[in-house]
């Protein structure tokens, strides 16, 4: 995924939208707007992308790993998200079943996509960005299953101490 477009859709998904990323970045709408759209004349900072991605991870918000996971990929590398102190993430079944349907949605536009023996600009970009889901599904799934272990780990030292 471009580094743009995840920024923007980060951007798009975080509550309030856009506005409200603004008046965090102290901006003017228009103008994040812009920079966002890579309009001449307009360029979004690495600061202000990063901090982006950090308000809307801090809010749980939908695609806030999508920078992140686009500067890992750009690089040939592979984000791994590490808990946070205090998070209480409970690993599901749903967690599993997300991503392992983001799976077969690669799989099956890896198939479409081979099917005339080539593979098209659209194809290729809408498998770029069907990985990404991927892989934002699997950090979620990992990240939730980390949260519950320290918590379980916590649980126990507890037990242990009231034990004393």
């Not at 859709?9 to 759209?37: I, M, N, S, W």
């Not at 360029?43 to 749980?60: H, Y």
């Not at 659209?122 to 272990?149: K, P």
């Amino acid at each position: 995924m471009n580094l743009l477009d995840a920024v923007r859709r980060t951007a798009r998904h975080y509550p309030g939208g856009l506005d409200a990323v603004a008046l965090r970045l102290h901006k003017q709408p228009g103008t994040l707007e812009r920079e966002l759209r890579g309009a001449p004349g307009y360029k979004l900072g690495a600061v202000d992308a990063a901090e982006i991605a950090a308000m809307a991870l801090e809010v749980g918000a939908e695609h806030a790993l999508a920078y992140p996971n686009a500067v890992a990929q750009t690089v040939g590398a592979l984000l791994v998200v590490l808990p946070r102190a205090g998070e209480g993430g409970t690993a599901t079944a749903r967690d599993v079943a997300t991503l392992m349907r983001e799976c077969a949605e690669v799989v099956a536009s890896v198939a479409d996509a081979d099917a005339d023996g080539r593979v098209t600009e659209r194809e290729l970009r809408e498998l770029d960005q069907q990985w990404a889901d991927v892989v934002a599904a699997g950090q979620v799934m990992m990240r939730n299953l980390q949260a519950r272990h320290a918590a379980e780990v916590q649980q126990h030292r507890a037990a242990v101490e009231a034990a004393r």
